[in-house]
Every structure is written in C-alpha cells, then in structure tokens.
C-alpha cells in the first residue's frame, strides 16, 4: 500500500482481555517499530525489527507485551491480561533503511482502551 | 543515552506572526534530529532531518530547524504561521548503536486568526 496501515484503529477491551493490533508497513520497508503514546504524550518506544528479527524489545512494559514479524513484513503486537494502564494509542512506524538517518513513516496509530 | 526537551508544552501565535518551537537533546553521541507533526487522529509526519552537513535545514511547509551543538538545540521556525500549521510538534533523537528514536513531550501549536 501507500502507507503504513494499522488495524484496528479503535479497540476497546475489557480489564483483562487480551488484544492483537496489526501492522501492515510500507512494502519493501526493512525496519518496522513499535511505539506507545500515552494521552499527552511523546511515543514511547517498545521494540524493533529488522525484517523478521527482533533486535530491540527494550522498551516492551512487561511480559504481557509480545511482538512478532514472522515474514519480515505485518507485524503483529500482542497485549495479554490487558490492564487499564495499557490504554493508549500504539503506533506503528516503518523505515526502508536500517540505521538512524531513516525516515520513520508512522501509521495512523491504533487507539487502545481498556476498561 | 539520548533525551530531548521540548520547551512549552503549548503555544499561540497569530496567524502571520513568527512560529518558534524550542528543542533541546542530550546524547553521548552525534545526534541525529528531528521534527515530526502531528495532526489529529492522523500519525506521525517528518518535517525535516538534521544528520551531517548543513547546521540549518529547511523541510516541508516551509518549516527549518538549525542544530546548534553548543547550545545542544534544534529550535524548529517557520517565518510565517497559517492556520494550517496547527498540530502538534515532536521533536526526536537518536544516535549511536541503538534503533531508539527519543521522542519529547509535544508542543501543541494554535494559530489564532
């Protein structure tokens, strides 16, 4: 596609539900992020793939948050046991390099709340 | 490790008047910069990018920044502010080894008319 696509743009789950938000990058992109934006907030960022290798999930909050690009394209983030503090818009951003002098091209971002 | 500090997390201005959005980093590395806008329930937009070379660089919507190393800033201006300029602004970092862009707070730009 043009861009990079996100799914579902809102969600909203129950306390303890878990949650799977999609990323579709930009064809042929290499790198693919994950961040979080808390309400007022800057993104925060998760983890990091390079293709179908997840080089950096650093940022990842706890155990209930896993991600995977198996093919080196869609990546998928999976949030388990969801608590209210997971609320937030988690955006997804692709780059056709490797390195920092990339540009990232973010989604539109999935709106996640947790009741 | 890298940060970025984004001074005033909101700012008017008059339609025509001068736009300036303050951006100061730390990092233990050359850095790169980066200005990226934000329009409601839309994602992220690069503005522009410092990497190497010229200090001053000029983006999209008539938009620049000027890294400053001794003053550790990337102050983003626009001569001109239009109604279309308001969104919000994020100013980033990275650098070195790690894949991590530093993201600061947001400023949150109105253009009165």
């Known amino acids: 596609g043009a861009g990079v696509s996100q799914s579902p743009r809102y969600k909203v789950a129950k306390r303890g539900q878990d949650v799977a938000l999609r990323c579709d990058p930009i064809?042929?992109?290499?790198?693919l992020f994950w961040y979080q934006q808390a309400l007022g907030q800057g993104p925060e960022f998760l983890t990091y793939?390079?293709?179908?290798?997840?080089?950096?999930k650093s940022g990842l909050p706890s155990d209930r948050f896993f991600a995977e690009r198996p093919e080196g394209s869609v990546s998928t983030l999976k949030i388990q046991r969801t608590q209210q503090e997971d609320s937030a818009v988690y955006l997804c951003?692709?780059?056709?390099?490797?390195?920092?002098?990339?540009?990232?091209?973010f989604g539109e971002g999935s709106r996640l709340t947790v009741l | 490790a890298q940060s970025v500090t984004q001074l005033g997390s909101h700012v008017s201005v008059s339609e025509g008047a001068l736009v300036l959005l303050r951006c100061n980093y730390s990092?233990?590395?050359?850095?790169?910069l980066f200005w990226y806008v934000q329009y409601p329930n839309q994602g992220l937009q690069l503005l522009l990018k410092?990497?190497?070379?010229?200090?001053l660089v000029k983006g999209i919507n008539g938009f620049e920044a000027e890294f400053k190393k001794s003053e550790t800033s990337f102050h983003l201006t626009k001569p001109s502010a239009h109604m279309s300029d308001a969104a919000e602004y994020f100013c980033?970092?990275?650098?070195?080894?790690?894949?991590?862009?530093?993201f600061g707070t947001g400023t949150s730009l109105t253009v009165i008319p």
């Open positions: 951003a692709s780059s056709y390099r490797t390195g920092m002098a990339g540009e990232l091209f």
């Open positions: 064809s042929g992109h290499v790198s």
């Open positions: 793939f390079q293709n179908e290798a997840q080089l950096d």
């Open positions: 990092s233990s590395v050359p850095p790169y």
């Open positions: 410092y990497t190497t070379g010229a200090t």
């Open positions: 980033a970092v990275t650098g070195g080894n790690g894949n991590q862009f530093y």
